[in-house]
């Protein structure tokens, strides 16, 4: 019984690991997450009063870097951004956390962030579509991780237990050197 039990408690735990890690792929940006992605990520690298535009379009966007011509297009939302000093427009990936593109333009002509701030951009990370599937699956983390600490604490005391009482007389295990061998019925003509 114990043997059935330690099985299915297996297979229960490997089942919840399944289940927990499918459930924590990477989820899509709507379009009011890549507006505060792009909000947020122009006032991380020091920009104030930031507008993004209502109107933003879904679309796909392939690097036109050599090196990663192989790879296959990725989905975005194009957000267009003003700023008092000018426009930038940015390509937020739907399943991702950084921005994939960027064209910037100053009121007065040019180019409108400095080196330092492209670099800041290009590490800035937010996923607020992640963010929320975090504290959503929170709880059911928390009760997979002491299921998890539970099947193996029972397969543990299983295991110390199932060696401790292996030899001992009516435990299904081999019988001890003292008692009386068991009597076989005969037959009488």
């Known amino acids: 019984m114990t043997g059935r039990r330690l099985h299915l408690s297996t297979w229960l735990l490997a089942g919840v690991?399944?289940?927990?890690?499918?459930?924590?792929?990477?989820?899509?940006?709507?379009?009011?997450?890549?507006?505060?992605?792009?909000r947020q990520a122009l006032i991380h690298i020091g920009f104030t009063n930031v507008q993004v535009d209502r109107n933003m379009s879904l679309a796909s966007y392939r690097s036109p870097e050599p090196r990663l011509?192989?790879?296959?297009?990725?989905?975005?939302?194009?957000?267009?951004?003003?700023?008092?000093?000018?426009?930038?427009?940015?390509y937020v990936p739907?399943?991702?956390n950084s921005a994939v593109f960027v064209r910037d333009e100053a009121s007065a002509g040019g180019p409108l962030l400095s080196d330092r701030q492209?670099?800041?951009?290009?590490?800035?990370?937010?996923?607020?579509?992640?963010?929320?599937?975090?504290?959503?699956?929170?709880?059911?983390?928390?009760a997979a991780v002491v299921l998890a600490v539970v099947?193996?604490?029972?397969l543990f005391f299983a295991v110390i237990f199932g060696r401790t009482n292996r030899g001992r007389p009516g435990d299904g295990g081999e019988p001890a050197a003292d008692s009386e061998?068991?009597?076989q019925p005969q037959l009488v003509v």
């Open 118 to 142: 492209f670099r800041q951009l290009r590490d800035f990370r937010l996923n607020p579509a992640a963010d929320r599937r975090r504290n959503r699956l929170q709880g059911p983390t928390i």
């Open 151 to 154: 099947v193996a604490c029972g």
């Open 69 to 90: 011509q192989k790879q296959k297009s990725v989905q975005v939302w194009r957000t267009r951004s003003t700023v008092p000093q000018g426009s930038i427009e940015l």
């Open 181 to 183: 061998p068991e009597r």
């Open 17 to 38: 690991l399944v289940v927990t890690a499918t459930a924590c792929s990477q989820p899509a940006m709507t379009r009011a997450d890549a507006r505060t992605f792009a």
């Open 94 to 96: 739907r399943k991702g």
